[in-house]
């Protein structure tokens, strides 16, 4: 394992030792598994497989409405109460 030091605000550092005592883990395993969960949600994705993502999507989802096209305007404003 690599030692690393980090900064917590007094009410991070204090929340942290609360758990440890209730879940019976280290502050650094604590650490080690929020820093895992942040990676694994997270993850590295290229320009490239965005933009594959996005033409992937495109035309996979119907609305229904004939005129969207035209009126794409009015149905967004419409979306969003005004």
Same mark, same amino acid.
């Given at each position: 394992?690599?030692? %690393?030091?980090? !900064?917590? %605000? /007094? /009410?991070?550092? !204090?929340? &942290? $030792? #609360?758990?440890?005592?209730? $879940?019976? /883990?280290?502050?650094? /395993?604590?650490?080690?598994?929020?820093?895992?969960?942040? &990676?694994?949600?997270?993850? #590295?994705? %290229?320009?490239?497989?965005?933009? !594959?993502? *996005?033409?992937? *999507?495109?035309? %996979?989802?119907?609305?229904?409405? $004939?005129?969207? *096209?035209?009126?794409?305007? $009015?149905?967004?404003?419409?979306?969003?109460? !005004?």
């Amino acid at each position: 394992m690599i030692r %690393t030091q980090i !900064q917590l %605000t /007094e /009410e991070q550092s !204090q929340a &942290l $030792k #609360d758990m440890s005592v209730r $879940k019976q /883990e280290s502050i650094s /395993e604590l650490i080690r598994k929020a820093v895992d969960m942040l &990676l694994q949600s997270s993850p #590295d994705i %290229t320009v490239e497989e965005k933009r !594959q993502r *996005a033409i992937a *999507a495109t035309g %996979t989802l119907r609305s229904g409405i $004939k005129d969207l *096209a035209v009126n794409h305007d $009015k149905y967004l404003a419409g979306g969003y109460g !005004q």
